[in-house]
């Protein structure tokens, strides 16, 4: 195994997010109280109290993840699908993190190769590099809104091509891969007999497209390959990070026994209290007030931050974001780019707004990019982007650009 690289996203976080007076770098829509989340719920007769039951006994539970919330998760992937997705075809895990690892620890090792979406979260293409697989990564095109190109996804092709990594939505770009590209890495992964994994942790988090678009990307589990696999969570479109639930899905039952397998190394079972708040979010009575109210957030939030990159179109340009929580903006003077880290730093130093460089966080092709993430409580924005503006007038030009 080679030695892991640092984390860096998770560790700009770390060191950065605990000091910052206004968090411009959040990328969970803004997170909610178990009081908001009944508040919201069309179940009238509920209260706090009663999404836990104080005199159920503490024991590991059903130890795949609670019935409850693994039914919840199999409507939700069964809704508008002719075949259902069984229950027994999900497997709770603490935050989608925890099933990023398990798939990538199950299915990829030496002597495999890797093809992975490319900006994208560190540890879907740094861990299978660390189990000894090879590791290529499919890149988005910033000129075309984004867009990987297909064409040069078959070209990465090879005969030991184990397992496709998609991330859709895009952290960072906000980006989404289209159904029609989907049906084509779906028709080339299959003609292969390739696995593919999507995160869709920012899934359904969707603000620029609507269900009515010829474009709007199902979940991968609902395109009819059983080879397909899904992480998700509640932490980013369900504003319940705090929770640490996620889950792996797949149609393959041989895959989630395969990660089942893996899983008894490290989890056994995930809080009961924490299963049993998750299955009340994502209830029939509660899961639509609360992805409205954050798909609500993140339209008025994005609005405000599209003013703000106009009135500096001078010195930033982006592709707006489709869905997702997050936004890629590129900073430049004079043409070049700016020193992303140097921005981030004297910025949060000088006015407490956290934002993230995206060439630390992302890779060093993105230089001059930093990270927002817009979908925080609509005050805070606000005072951001009035410090952001402030500080573009004083601090930006003495700046060091990128070397
Ligand atoms: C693409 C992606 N996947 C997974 C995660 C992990 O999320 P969690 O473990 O909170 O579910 C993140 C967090 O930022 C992410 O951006």
């Excluded at 560790?11 to 829509?29: G, H, L, P, S, V």
């Excluded at 990564?137 to 064409?151: G, I, Q």
């Excluded at 998609?166 to 292969?192: C, F, H, M, V």
């Excluded at 009961?272 to 009575?285: I, K, T, W």
Aim: hydrophobic share 35%; net charge negative; glycine share 6%.
């Amino acid at each position: 195994m080679a030695p892991i690289p640092p984390f860096a996203v998770e560790q700009w976080m770390d060191e950065y997010e605990t000091k910052c007076k206004y968090q411009m770098a959040e990328t969970c829509c803004a997170s909610i109280s178990i009081n908001e989340l009944v508040e919201l719920s069309d179940n009238k007769q509920i209260k706090p109290s009663d999404l836990i039951d104080l005199s159920s006994a503490q024991g590991y539970g059903t130890t795949r993840g609670s019935n409850e919330l693994r039914n919840n998760l199999s409507a939700l992937y069964s809704s508008k699908v002719g075949t259902p997705l069984s229950p027994d075809n999900v497997l709770i895990t603490p935050g989608a993190i925890a099933a990023n690892h398990l798939v990538l620890y199950s299915l990829t090792g030496p002597g495999d190769h890797v093809i992975c979406h490319y900006p994208t979260y560190q540890q879907l293409y740094s861990i299978p590099a660390t189990l000894g697989a090879e590791v290529d990564l499919w890149k988005s095109n910033p000129a075309n809104n984004w867009l990987p190109d297909f064409e040069s996804l078959k070209s990465l092709i090879k005969e030991n091509t184990k397992l496709i990594i998609l991330n859709n939505p895009q952290n960072p770009t906000g980006a989404i891969l289209p159904r029609s590209l989907l049906q084509k890495i779906i028709d080339l992964a299959e003609s292969k007999q390739i696995t593919i994994l999507s995160d869709e942790v920012y899934r359904p988090l969707f603000h620029g497209i609507t269900p009515m678009d010829k474009d709007f990307p199902p979940s991968i589990l609902s395109m009819g390959y059983k080879n397909t696999i899904v992480t998700g969570s509640l932490s980013k479109a369900y504003s319940l990070a705090g929770l640490r639930v996620g889950w792996i899905a797949s149609r393959s039952p041989e895959i989630i026994e395969e990660c089942a397998k893996t899983r008894d190394y490290t989890t056994i079972s995930v809080s009961q209290l924490d299963q049993s708040v998750a299955a009340f979010a994502l209830s029939q009575d509660t899961i639509h007030s609360l992805l409205s109210r954050n798909i609500q957030l993140a339209k008025a939030n994005l609005e405000l931050l599209e003013r703000w990159i106009i009135k500096h179109d001078e010195y930033c340009s982006w592709t707006k974001p489709v869905a997702g929580t997050t936004a890629f903006i590129k900073f430049e003077r004079d043409g070049k780019p700016i020193d992303a880290a140097a921005l981030c730093k004297d910025l949060q130093e000088k006015t407490g707004v956290m934002i993230l460089p995206g060439d630390v966080g992302f890779g060093e092709e993105f230089k001059g990019y930093v990270r927002v993430g817009y979908v925080n409580k609509t005050e805070i924005v606000k005072e951001s982007l009035e410090e952001m503006r402030k500080y573009m007038r004083k601090g930006y030009d003495d700046l060091p650009l990128s070397a």
